[in-house]
């Protein structure tokens, strides 16, 4: 636990007592039930496995981001909380009560309680940079304590800059004739016998690497409400 004497956008906060806990969440995607992942309260994010965009409403997020820093501030230090969402979408959300930290080295983050929204967090022992945000306004509407969000996405990139990897040989099962493969689709018609070609699990995923979920960090202040069962 620590405290903060300096609020958002430089209003005075005297002794402000704060915690801080660990997200990582995902979701099954309502079209093809593969899990997408949410590294952060962005409003729209992309299923990597059937290339469709889902909405995140406001609503979905501060539910559970409240649901969240009412559980966690009663959360012994070191314990977490798994649950498994229902409603609006089926959603896997890890929780743990720890003091922001490098996700790759471990090593705790040095004051962390009074660090500047907009800038980042650089690890001084393995150099990782961790950006650190201002929750948004409708966020700090709905869920008033917190404070500041450590490494998680605001908006999700776009899947048209992402980099694509080098092609990938696949041929026709009717004709042996080469296909020519893009990532944009998981049927593919071949040009020479005009057959249909589903693009195999193993090779679609080299297009679109499914990654871990992201580890990012909410420090909040203290509530006087009750935590939720």
């Known amino acids: 636990m620590g405290s903060s004497d300096t609020g958002l956008n430089g209003e005075t906060a005297v002794d402000v007592p704060l915690f801080s806990f660990r997200v990582e969440f995902s979701i099954q995607c309502p079209r093809c039930d593969m899990p997408v992942h949410l590294d952060g309260p962005v409003a729209t994010v992309h299923c990597g496995s059937c290339r469709s965009d889902i909405d995140i409403p406001r609503d979905y997020w501060v539910d559970t981001l409240l649901g969240s820093c009412r559980k966690m501030q009663h959360m012994e230090k070191g314990g977490g909380r798994g649950s498994i969402l229902l409603g609006t979408f089926r959603g896997d959300l890890t929780l743990t009560r720890v003091d922001p930290c490098c996700d790759r080295c471990k090593t705790e983050f040095i004051d962390?309680?009074?660090?500047?929204?907009?800038?980042?967090?650089?690890?001084?022992?393995?150099g990782i940079e961790y950006p650190l945000a201002a929750p948004p306004e409708w966020l700090r509407k709905g869920v008033p304590g917190i404070r500041l969000l450590i490494n998680a996405?605001?908006?999700?990139?776009?899947?048209?800059?992402?980099?694509?990897?080098?092609?990938?040989?696949?041929s026709c099962p009717s004709c042996a004739a080469t296909l020519e493969l893009d990532g944009s689709s998981r049927v593919i018609r071949c040009s020479y016998c005009g057959d249909d070609v589903y693009v195999p699990d193993t090779i679609w995923?080299?297009?679109?690497?499914g990654g871990r979920k992201r580890r990012w960090f909410v420090i909040s202040e203290f509530s006087n409400e009750d935590a939720e069962a």
């Open 112 to 126: 962390p309680w009074h660090l500047e929204p907009g800038t980042s967090y650089v690890c001084r022992q393995c």
């Open 153 to 170: 996405v605001l908006v999700e990139e776009d899947p048209s800059l992402k980099e694509i990897p080098c092609p990938v040989p696949l």
């Open 205 to 209: 995923r080299k297009y679109h690497p």
